[in-house]
């Protein structure tokens, strides 16, 4: 029965109390559309404010990687403790269940292989397709430096535009090549220009020294690439130190899947980006779920 006139004295109001308004919790993202924010909110936690995204998305440039070759076998048992996956659009349809739960970060840009130069990438995605996917960013590689910057910049922009038409946000994923100096006076350059030119958020390497200037000035969320397989205290520390000087957690993939107990890797690296763990106690927590699975 709908509603008849005359029956407001049994609605309730609350003309006392005021609506609230609420600033969104990822640092610089208060004034995206909701869809935006809805799809950022999926990929970071809103309790923690942070995220573990597992990269596995190596393969789209370099092949089968060591601990990527099957990864219906390595990956999708650790899919579960991921907050993210990020990956390409031919393994998301091949390989990921789609009533999966996880939110979905996809590698849009692409067109080259290690065999060539790697900064000449292309939009390899349509944005028509990113919709279909029902993904919650879309991930282009930004060469600062490279031989081809202005094309994977543009490529960047460009994926912008789509994605705000869409509510869809970018990932800008800073790459370093082989021949350049990592350390935080390139990466406060390579992040912040992404930032400026609209990413909702970066992705970029953790270096040692001053990484805090490197968070502190890029006004959008920043998550750790982790890089080559290094020892997993290493890993551990590395993610702790990140979290700690301001990024917003990390999009780690081989000092994961290609760790002695990736499931155990992973529980651990989230006990440091979402709980404050110390290296060290993630690391007990690590030993503790490897002895037990063996
Ligand atoms: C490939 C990527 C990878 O997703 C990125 O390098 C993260 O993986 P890893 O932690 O293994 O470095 O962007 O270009």
């Given amino acids: 029965m709908p509603d008849t006139e005359g029956t407001s ?9 005021p609506q609230k308004s609420q600033n969104y919790f990822l640092k610089g993202s208060n004034s995206l559309d909701w869809g935006m924010k809805n799809r950022l909110g999926r990929i970071f936690n809103p309790i923690s404010g942070r995220t573990v995204m597992l990269a596995i998305d190596h393969g789209y440039f370099q092949g089968p990687t060591t601990g990527l070759e099957r990864l ?46 790697l900064s000449n990438e292309s939009i390899a ?14 991930a ?3 060469f600062i430096g490279g031989e081809h910057e ?29 021949d350049m100096v990592r350390d935080a006076k390139y990466f406060r350059l390579a992040t912040r220009i992404c ?7 970066v992705k970029t ?43 917003a957690g990390v ?18 690296v989230r006990a440091v980006v979402h709980d404050n763990e110390s290296p060290e106690m993630a690391f007990e927590l690590y030993n503790s779920l490897r002895i037990k699975k063996s």
């Fill in 9 to 17: 004295e049994a609605k309730q109001y609350y003309t006392s109390v």
């Fill in 72 to 117: 219906d076998v390595n990956i999708l048992p650790l899919a579960p403790f991921a907050d993210t996956l990020m990956l390409t659009r031919g393994v998301l349809r091949s390989i990921i269940p789609p009533e999966t739960q996880k939110s979905i970060v996809l590698r849009v840009s692409g067109g080259t292989s290690i065999l060539k130069e």
């Fill in 125 to 138: 995605v349509d944005i028509e397709d990113a919709i279909r996917l029902n993904v919650s960013a879309m």
């Fill in 140 to 142: 282009v590689q930004v």
């Fill in 150 to 178: 202005r094309e994977s910049i543009i490529n960047m922009t460009k994926a912008v535009d789509m994605g705000t038409r869409y509510g869809i946000p970018t990932l800008a994923v800073t790459a370093v090549g082989k």
């Fill in 195 to 201: 930032a400026e030119l609209g990413a909702q958020y």
């Fill in 205 to 247: 390497y953790y270096v040692p020294e001053d990484f805090e200037t490197v968070t502190a000035s890029c006004p959008v969320p920043i998550v750790i690439a982790g890089g080559k397989k290094i020892p997993e205290l290493d890993a551990l520390a590395m993610a702790y130190h990140a979290v700690q000087q301001g990024a």
């Fill in 251 to 268: 999009d780690m993939g081989r000092n994961i899947f290609q760790a002695e107990s990736p499931i155990a890797m992973i529980k651990a």
